[in-house]
């Protein structure tokens, strides 16, 4: 199966945006436009202009893979993110606090699409610094938070790794979002272009790999130098260990770890009820897989993903006896 038919297999994901109007207002809109609010899954059995509320993630909509949104009035005005639902999992997982004093970082945050999750799920309260290194994709990040209203971001346009983590801006930051470039080989229509390159040149391949999670692990030890932080989600969109659980292997042994000191949270921490975890084989510790969560493409309905979460640990107290 071409990556384009596995691509037109799932379904078209829209998070309704919170920050603007509620779930409940979302799909009164869609009913009223002739669409169907479907009881379970979106299948062939279901009416054509059917819709679907998600099993795992809350205000994410599903709708048949070939509806168009772009010229939506609800799309346009940002009440609406098209946001795979893959890609809803990190913000979901850092469950960041929605208080006036909380203060959140997006390290890698262009477009925009998990900056605007976080704020929303902060009920727009407290701040989230969203850096964003590149220029250009600057420019969407911003257009992107203020058309979605959230006033609570300030956008960056610096490199996370210059950021000073013991600046006094950044002294109250409890929790981290982590979404490093990577090399995508996890989203469905590019999949048969990476098959050919695979053929093509392993050598050159592996060493693209082995850039990208020296990278992707220098941002993980940044950010858990931190002094307050204690929660940082890293996430790919590749299906290459090499990218996940080798790099969240090689973060669990590094000293900024070490001092932490910083474990994985546990599987009831992120997302219990996703059946894919991680590949046991790839870890140190083979039961700190189930801490992870995969997305297979064409297997999930979603493009292929990955999830990992690093939580403080508390001191663990001497025993009484
Ligand atoms: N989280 C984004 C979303 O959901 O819309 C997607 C992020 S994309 C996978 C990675 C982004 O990180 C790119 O825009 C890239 O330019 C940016 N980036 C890469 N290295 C960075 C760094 N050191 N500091 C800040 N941004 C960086």
Redesign the pocket.
């Known amino acids: 199966q071409t990556g384009d038919a596995r691509a037109a297999q799932i379904p078209r994901y829209v998070r309704v945006n919170t920050t603007m109007w509620s779930l409940a207002e979302a799909v009164k809109y869609f009913t009223a436009q002739g669409f169907v609010l479907a009881d379970g899954p979106l299948d062939s059995t279901t009416a054509p202009k059917s819709f679907a509320k998600d099993a795992h993630i809350p205000n994410l909509l599903l709708f048949p893979p070939q509806t168009a949104f772009h010229a939506d009035a609800a799309y346009t005005a940002g009440k609406l993110i098209l946001q795979d639902k893959a ?1 809803c999992f990190p913000a979901a997982v850092l469950a960041p606090p929605a208080r006036k004093d909380a203060v959140v970082i997006d ?8 900056t605007t999750h976080l704020s929303a799920l902060m009920r727009n309260l407290g701040k989230v610094y969203a ?4 220029r250009k ?1 600057f420019g969407t990040l911003t257009t992107m938070v203020a058309r979605a209203g959230c006033t609570n971001v300030a956008p960056v346009n610096a ?3 210059t950021v000073d983590p013991r600046d006094p801006k950044f002294a109250r930051v409890t929790h981290i979002l982590l ?4 090399s995508g080989s996890g989203i469905v229509n590019r999949l048969d272009h990476l098959l050919e390159t695979e053929e093509e040149n392993q050598e050159a391949q592996d060493e693209r790999l082995n850039k990208l999670a020296a990278f992707q692990l220098m ?1 993980i030890r940044h950010a858990m130098k931190f002094p307050k932080v204690s929660r940082i989600v890293y996430s790919t969109c590749s299906v290459h260990a090499t990218e996940n659980e080798h790099v969240v292997r090689a973060a669990l042994r590094c000293d900024e770890a070490a001092a932490g000191p910083f474990g994985l949270a546990p599987r009831e921490e992120v997302l219990p009820a996703w059946p894919r975890r991680g590949m046991a084989e790839e870890m140190d510790a083979p039961e700190d897989a189930a801490a992870l969560i995969r997305c297979s493409p064409g297997e999930d309905a979603t493009n292929g993903f990955f999830v990992s979460c690093f939580v403080r640990k508390e001191a663990i107290a001497p025993s009484a006896t």
């Open positions: 890609s390290a890698t945050a262009a477009p925009g699409n998990k850096f964003e290194r590149d994709r490199d996370f790794l979404d490093p470039s990577c941002m």
